[in-house]
């Protein structure tokens, strides 16, 4: 048994921590508001982003974060990463040089547009970082669905022990050392899944569908290869299965989002009927500036940008996709 807080108490970090105490694990649950956590506990569940999947009475909980850090060998950390910058800032000093950070967060650094573990790298220079990433909806992990993702790090050692840490009858975790390559796919492929739900919004259909996945997939892998990731990673759990899942299931924040923005609903009031963060929509903005850094082509992803933020018509999208120059695949 090891000590794990799992900081970030939303679908994935709840579902996570699940996981870890099924592993018999210690396991506390850290959330921002004190009112969720006494929610948490009175009704032994997680109402607002668990719904009906009962906690177990060993789980720990806490809205203070050096209760959370401390004596800990595992820090999970399972906060959006718009709020991966100032969670970390107000962890400073209260983590252990020994204690293993774990990012589960698929996103990019708002202020940087760095990726997770690099911004958790910087915060915490004498502790060891690895990513767990992977086709995974909470609800279905918390359900003990089969499951496989994942863990990715730069030190063998650690790569192993999330390996071991996450492991069980219903979570199967492979190794991969390519932690940029784990990243990206789990980032970009947000982007696709607001591309495949606006398109079925629109009203198009399975073909639409794959021609979006397969394309996306070589946007992802264009730009993914020329910031340092490995090809074949990509056409992995953490490239193609997550796109497949994110892209296809009922689950998905981004291809729900995507859906009303193609029945013509403003982001805006998406995002306040949803409740819950659409990681795509600032992982599109940036990927963006980074396909433009780099000198890469992502034709799906510069469409889905003017959309967000240049008001381009919605209903123009796939005109604008099909009728661009022809190529060879």
Request: proline share 3%.
């Amino acid at each position: 048994m090891v000590k794990v807080a799992v900081i970030g108490a939303g679908s994935w970090g709840t579902a996570l921590g699940l996981v870890l105490h099924e592993n018999g694990h210690e396991v506390t649950l850290w959330s921002l508001e004190q009112s969720h956590i006494d929610e948490m506990r009175r009704l032994g569940e997680n109402p607002a982003f668990l719904p009906g999947v009962k906690l177990p009475q060993g789980l720990l909980f806490t809205s203070d974060l050096a209760e959370a850090a401390a004596d800990k060998q595992f820090l999970i950390m399972a906060v959006p990463s718009h709020a991966m910058r100032p969670v970390s800032q107000n962890l400073q000093g209260l983590v252990a040089a020994d204690t293993i950070l774990v990012s589960v967060a698929k996103g990019f650094d708002l202020q940087t547009h760095v990726r997770m573990s690099e911004l958790l790298q910087a915060a915490f220079p004498q502790n060891k970082v690895a990513v767990l990433s992977g086709p995974s909806h909470a609800e279905e992990v918390s359900r003990k669905i089969p499951t496989a993702v994942v863990a990715a790090a730069d030190d063998e050692q650690v790569m192993r022990a999330v390996q071991e840490l996450f492991s069980n009858g219903y979570m199967r975790v492979y190794a991969n050392p390519d932690v940029v390559g784990v990243e990206l796919g789990g980032s970009l492929k947000n982007i696709i899944a607001l591309a495949s739900g606006i398109c079925y919004g629109l009203g198009c259909g399975d073909n639409t569908e794959a021609a979006v996945l397969t394309r996306g997939l070589k946007e992802i892998v264009r730009l993914g290869v020329k910031m340092g990731a490995r090809v074949d990673t990509f056409y992995g759990l953490s490239g193609m299965g997550d796109l497949v899942v994110t892209c296809g299931s009922r689950h998905s924040r981004n291809r729900t989002a995507g859906m009303m923005l193609g029945q013509g609903k403003k982001l805006a009031d998406i995002q306040s009927e949803m409740g819950m963060v659409v990681e795509g929509i600032n992982a599109t903005r940036i990927a963006y500036e980074l396909a433009r850094e780099q000198g890469v082509e992502m034709p799906i992803t510069d469409s889905i940008y003017r959309v967000l933020y240049e008001d381009y018509p919605i209903e123009q999208l796939k005109i604008g996709l099909m009728q661009r120059d022809k190529k060879s695949e």
